[in-house]
């Protein structure tokens, strides 16, 4: 399988928005299924199918607002199997300065949480994770938007 352009992928999820899980499936090119015991009164959460090794994507976490209960705001984390080189210098020359920089705890061993380059936007907020060491390799991305409207 091709590994996808990550900045591409973001882009088409950002565009997308507002989201229905179908869509986030379509754009990453994988599977979602529900995972009702993961869901809480205000959230469906969807992820990839238990065993789904194949694909571009190690984990995917998408967390759906309850149309009675939700704040009609979505939740989406991307763990790529690879990046395609995509490192700390590459997400600043295409996204730009403008993000706040979110470091990790000091509680947590040195290189086993990200630190965040968190662009917030009128539609939402975008977080690039980056390894927490010199080489900054992107390791996962998140994206809050909005949701579309309820199924019937």
């Not at 009164?41 to 969807?46: L, R, S």
């Not at 662009?119 to 909005?146: M, S, T």
Request: proline letters at 11%; aromatic letters at 8%; one cysteine or more.
């Amino acid at each position: 399988m091709n590994q996808p352009d990550l900045f591409d992928v973001i882009d088409h999820l950002v565009a997308a928005t507002p989201w229905t899980p179908e869509q986030v499936a379509h754009i990453l090119g994988v599977k979602l299924e529900r995972h009702p015991d993961s869901d809480t009164p205000t959230v469906e959460a969807w992820s990839l199918p238990a065993g789904a090794k194949a694909q571009p994507f190690e984990a995917v976490d998408l967390r759906m607002p309850d149309a009675d209960l939700g704040d009609g705001r979505c939740f989406l984390s991307v763990t790529p199997r690879d990046a395609g080189g995509i490192d700390r210098a590459a997400v600043i020359a295409r996204l730009g300065n403008g993000f706040r920089h979110e470091v990790p705890s000091p509680r947590y061993p040195a290189g086993t949480v990200p630190a965040y380059l968190v662009y917030d936007h009128d539609w939402g907020r975008l977080a690039i994770g980056v390894a927490n060491d010199e080489a900054g390799a992107l390791v996962r991305f998140v994206i809050e938007g909005p949701a579309a409207a309820p199924r019937p």
